[in-house]
């Protein structure tokens, strides 16, 4: 079952913890978004394996963007 | 009113074990930066002679004083590092706080005897006058330990005249008087001068056996007229005269006892003058808590040791405020006002040792799509918008009207700029908020979370708030700022490096400047900086919050000058609809 990682909101990605293959818990930071000089964290929703990474750190994203998929 | 306020709704949750993992440098960082505080505490504890050459002579310190008066762990320490002047001697060398005293609340202060003798120092006034303030905000009574030398003479310029200068206090006393605020005083040692006027201002005046209070010392009365100078023949003739003096100090306890009956009591032991002032305080006006309490006293189901794990010490990361909330107030439980409006500032009623407070903080984080209404852009929390504005005005409104006390929670960068925010009313909407804190007359506390900075600072309750902010609190993580220093550096120098541009000129220079104007904001906001010159009137471990909010609920309910019955109260069903 995978579950995918959306950004919250539009910004920056300035940390991106993960990769594709990375094991995560539940609530690790996955990575940051910064907008409006503020850096919001995205956190993994369950534990499980970071199968795909779709951006990467520097990259804009719109609220919404499809960022990692975990399984 | 019982079904609104024995059990309101749940706040707050229980850390989750990633929340525990990735908090876990914060949390060092905060244990750490907290250490450092201690040390500088300890720095104005041990200021002047050590504890053991005034126990040699027969005398307890100030801080032996305060821990024999006041009742065991309810000590509130304020103004602790407060030294707004830079003296040398790291203190305004006064000692006050907040604690009760035969079980009631009290303000309470002190002169450090260990400080050449409890002398007037630079910036001690301005103490002072805080916790008169304090004193007069709360309603309950000052208890003062007097043993004060009169003025560091070589500094008298700084601190003697002045409309804010050391006789101010003497005036306020008189204030707290004149509004039926008992001023208790225990008095120790050679109070000459000013140390008179220190002893004799207050209500009760209970005296140690050797204590004396005069208008002019031994000193003074040994002086001469000027006379151009000094020469040895003169210099011989004072150490005669100061002798004399010396051992007879005028307006001992033979005069002020026995002739004037300016001292109510005197005392053969220290301890029996302190014993006396816990004896008067049982017979202090005082409601009992069951009087004014909600509900039973409850502990929060959370610990308070997760709050150095939420709070962060970035000021650049976000959390949940309503985590840290629920670890402050009585079994995590609240009453949010308008949760669907204004989403970037909480609003809500809570319990706190049993007594019904109000409580406002910035939320942290996005605050969703389409908020706020009037912009395009995102709107992130700590942030002030339109509708969070309209929400504080509503909610203090109704405070006032309830005779809720109000605790204040701010992390705040400040409110919305631009174009938008202007057709947004946020100029107006943010004066309003003034408006609406000084039409009530609330007693109300400030916990300086994180940020302060901007008019937010002004608008939450801050201590520019003179008549409603009792005090104001600051953690290590918190920053006091009118911006962020880069942001300064970039309304300051922009024009500037246009200019030079435009010139042809080398900007390296302007940048250099722009840098250490940015240093400077950082180095001009820590957490000791504003506790040094006045911007919080405590730095205080995250774990102690409560404490504080405790002394506050129940010295706000001691006495009030004004009640709401509870089941006249219109604030709880408005909530409930």
Sequence with gaps: ?71 | MRPYFTTMDPLGRELKKGEIKRTQVNLEAVLAAEEEILGAVETVRNAGFSTEKINARGQMTVWQRLDYLVDEGTWCPLHTLYNPCDNPEQTTNVIDGIGRISGRWAVVIGFDNKVMAGAWLPGQSENILRVTDLAKRLNIPLVWLVNCSGAKLPDQEKFYANRRGAGTPFFRHAELNQMGIPVLAGIYGTNPAGGGYQSISPTVLFAHKDCNIAVGGAGIVSGMAPQGGFNVEMAEALVDRARDHTAKPPGSVRVHYDETGFFKYVFDEEEGVLDGLKEYMKAIPAYDPKFFRVAEAADSPFSPDDIPRLLPMDQKSVYSFDQVLARLVDGGEHMEFRKEYGPEVYTGLCKVDGFLVACIGNRQGYLGKGYPEYADYPGIGGKLYRQGLIKMNEFVTLCGRDRIPIIWFQDTSGIDVGDEAEKAELLGLGQSLIYSIQQTDLPMMLAVLRKGSAAAHYVLGGPTANRHNAFTLGTVASEIYVMHGETAAVATYARRLVKEKEAGNDLQPVVDKMNDLAQSYHEKSRPLFCARTGLVDELVAMTDLRKYMKAFAGSAYQNPKSICPLHQMILPRIIKG
């Design chain 1, 1 to 71: 079952m995978s579950e995918e990682i959306l950004a919250p909101l539009a910004g920056k990605i300035v940390k991106l913890h993960v990769e594709a293959g990375t094991v995560v818990e539940e609530d690790e930071e996955i990575l940051v978004i910064e907008a409006m000089k503020m850096e919001t964290p995205v956190f993994a929703p369950c534990d499980g394996t970071i199968v795909q990474v779709k951006l990467k750190e520097g990259d804009e994203v719109e609220e919404d963007d499809l960022i990692a998929v975990i399984e």
